[in-house]
């Protein structure tokens, strides 16, 4: 039977929402593995609408919602009417979104909150036995909501292959184990049933992040 699996976008473009070849990199997978697919976001504002040929914030407003429109081809429902039962799975693709518009990690760091919603459905998730996967920066998500959970955000130490290592002290100071894998790789919490993978964390070729979501998918479908 088809695993029902739920994929949670933050918007479209990697620096104000939803980093979209890590999306699309979910969609492929998850098509190929015969999976069937129900994509949610928020129906809220982004925090911030970025130029992304400057990479500087504009004036501009956009909903979250309706940017991810974008990427599910305009399927997608808000995230508040994401019910847990009716999934076997839930995925959350990377990209500034999530700490912009799912959290505040961005502005907060370890001391930010989570999209309510998006909270009450992690926990809902876990306490179901249902899996979790993430990658890129969408693991942060997980350290807030289940401390002392097993994940991956790439490696512990910056350099150009890995620019935001220093992302692994913070995930440490908040509880959480952090293992260290490369990009075509993904690790898996079999207690918290998290399967997670660094993506663009890394500067690596499409290809490779490509790879790396796809070992998190087939992962994920496995303790579904």
């Not at 697919?37 to 919602?65: I, S, W, Y």
Request: proline content about 4%; hydrophobic content about 40%; some cysteine.
């Amino acid at each position: 039977m088809a695993k029902r699996v739920a994929v949670i976008l933050s918007g479209c473009g990697v620096y104000d929402g939803t980093e979209i070849h890590e999306a699309s990199a979910v969609l492929v997978h998850l098509s190929r593995a015969g999976a069937k697919v129900q994509m949610f976001a928020p129906n809220a504002d982004q925090m911030h609408v970025v130029n992304h040929c400057e990479g500087k914030p504009t004036e501009e407003k956009r909903n979250v919602l309706q940017e991810s429109a974008r990427i599910a081809r305009g399927d997608v429902t808000d995230l508040a009417k994401l019910d847990v039962s009716a999934f076997d799975a839930a995925i959350i693709p990377g990209g500034f979104g999530v700490a912009k518009n799912l959290s505040d990690w961005a502005v907060k760091n370890k001391d930010c909150t989570i999209q309510p919603h998006l909270e009450k459905l992690i926990k809902a998730f876990h306490k179901a036995g249902k899996p979790l996967g993430m990658c890129c920066i969408s693991p942060v998500l997980a350290a807030k909501v289940l401390p002392g959970c097993e994940l991956t955000v790439g490696q512990d130490k910056e350099c150009e292959k890995w620019p935001y290592a220093q992302t692994v002290a913070a995930v440490k100071t908040m509880g959480c184990k952090h293992v260290n894998t490369d990009v075509e790789e993904a690790h898996v919490d079999v207690k918290n049933k998290l399967v997670t993978t660094s993506a663009f964390m890394c500067n690596a070729p499409f290809h490779k992040v490509f790879d790396g979501v796809g070992v998190m998918v087939k992962e994920t479908l496995k303790l579904a």
